[in-house]
């Protein structure tokens, strides 16, 4: 009733059924207004079921009432539409395309305010003002506007569903519990509804607490990740402190070592030198010795002879100086030999604790040589597979079976085999193709972006192009400045998460270098697009290779 208080002057001597202002009104006995000829078409059709009522209040009249023309009414009206006020509500209380239209309004219909399940319609403000008066329609079910008030009838008996079967787990009109379900443990559809309520606070309170414990768990996600970050950034820190600090001490030891070798070798020298010192001296005695004794030898006169020959017969001093036999090399091996084992000690620890280099020569890369076959099973819509699944064609006419795995849509296929630590493979393409790596879980059908190779998380992808090379990743896309190649090399080591293509001709050129974290071991895949016969062929795995690669 505040609502009717409340309403402009314009609504209020508007008729209920034909929602413009009134036209010779009329007042019934119920108390209620309307245009002369909109009751009287309305109690016409009454005429045939000999009852008369207030389309407002459905208050029923018997005999059919007299219609007297409201004066007061009508000049209230003319009063009205000299003030200027529009004669029939704004444009926006109209049911638009998409709104709930009131079922009682004739012409043009107002949008429904509620719903009624009991009467199964909907009403606009002024037709639901009966449901707000008599104690009758105040037990109705009102709703939010729905157009979808049929859902709520039995499909079998037309009648409203207000019984819920608890042995079928359905709700079911009164003919129904007459009928395939008598005997059911039944309730009210309201009974029902009021057990579920409660149900839904249950599993709302534990979705809650679900969503607090993801929630905590991401804050420790989170905390773990500063911690690993933290810590590595503490690692690298403290490592080139203490790398810094070793080659200090190896500089400084190199040093102290150096001037030790150095000493020891200028007193070897000194020592050396003092030896050929003395030994020349005794080369000389000997020398000047030999040559008196000569002279004395020529000499004839026998009694000079005899009176010198006992002083030149006696050597004066060391007549021998041995020179020692000792090797010295000892030294200097020893030396080597402790320098080289403190060197293979670092080289093994620094090894243990680094990743190794990665390889630069095509010798090199083929250590970790991998042989790949395509799975048939995602082999997607025009490709062909044979050569032992190494070699894949583009044929337009191409069928397969329907597979979960298949690549629905998309010219795709995937390798049959997951690729974790360092692996290398090789491709020759002959014209546009795409070399990829993948997780198994990239979506097969659906959003184009989810299955297509680089527009997605899970795939990196490279497209080569006869105009163009392109890297592309999660729709992010780099432009690589090279010629076209035929043969590709790819480069994975999943522990580093080290992803790089090479073009492989004499040399190995670079074209694309990704660094990251994968979670997931990576399929090798190929996507092909273009004429029929265009191809992709995987390189064979030379047996003594294989026999090299690491993992």
Known sequence: MAQQRNQAPEVKLSCSICLDLLKDPVTIPCGHNYCMNCIKTSWDEGDQRGTYSCPLCQETFYPRPVLVKSTMLADLVEELKKTGHQAAPADHRYARPGDVACDFCT???LKAFKSCLDCQASYCEQHLLPHYLPPTFKKHKLVEASSNLQENNCSRHGEVMKIFCRTDQQCICYLCLMDEHKGHDTVSAAAERTEKQNELGEIWQNIQQKIQRREQDAKLLQKEMETINYSADKAVEDSEKILTEM???????SSDLKEQ????QKTEVSRVKQLQEKLDQENAYILMKEADLEELSRSEDHTKFLQIFPSLSRLTGSTYSPIPKTNHLWYYKDVMAAVTAAKEKMKNILTEKL??????????FLQYSCQITMDPNTAGTRLVLSDENRKITFNKKAIHSKHPERFEYIPQVLSKDGLTGRCYWEMEISRDAAVAVAYKSIARSGDSNACFFGQNKKSWVLECEDSYTLFRHDSHTTVISAPKS???????DHSAGTLAFYSVSETMTLLHRVQTTFTEPLYAGVYLRGSDGDTVEFGRVMPSLKRQRVD
Do not use: F, N, Q
């Open 247 to 253: 080659i200090r001490v190896i500089e400084k030891r």
């Open 107 to 109: 012409g043009r219909k």
């Open 355 to 364: 990743p190794l280099a990665e390889p630069t020569t095509r010798a090199e």
């Open 486 to 492: 035929s043969r590709i090399g790819v480069y994975l």
């Open 261 to 264: 070798i150095r000493s020891w």
